[in-house]
């Protein structure tokens, strides 16, 4: 691994952990999406399906708090928003650190 995939491959696991943040500090979640916006043509194929595995999961994972918010029960879905971003970002790290792609970055799950 070069020096700068192992630098890319570092501000990857980064949004992770900034997406899971966001559940106490919404402002984050923000942050790890600009990372990935900013680093996802720079790097290796495999280190790209994470940064669009990443891209996804927060604007999926935004329309579905958003319906959240004005379905009833809300703290249903919500909860299963929960669960999907701490999944999706469990996984990803997985991924992440065995040095393997997302295998479907563009799944609506996990």
């Known amino acids: 691994m070069s020096g700068d995939n192992g630098k890319t ?3 990857a696991q980064a949004v992770y952990i900034l997406y899971l943040a966001s559940m106490l500090v ?3 979640g923000l942050a790890g999406l600009i990372l990935a916006y900013v680093h996802r043509d720079k790097t290796e194929d495999w280190l790209q399906s994470h940064f669009r595995f990443q891209i996804r999961t927060f604007w999926i994972g935004l329309l579905y708090s958003v319906i959240g918010v004005f ?3 809300n703290h249903v879905l919500l909860l299963f928003v929960l669960g999907w971003l701490i999944l999706r970002c469990a996984r990803g790290l ?3 650190d065995e040095g393997e792609p997302v295998p479907d970055p563009a ?3 996990w």
């Open 9 to 11: 491959r570092r501000i």
């Open 26 to 28: 919404a402002i984050t």
């Open 71 to 73: 379905m009833l029960p």
């Open 94 to 96: 997985k991924w992440l």
């Open 107 to 109: 799944t609506w799950l």
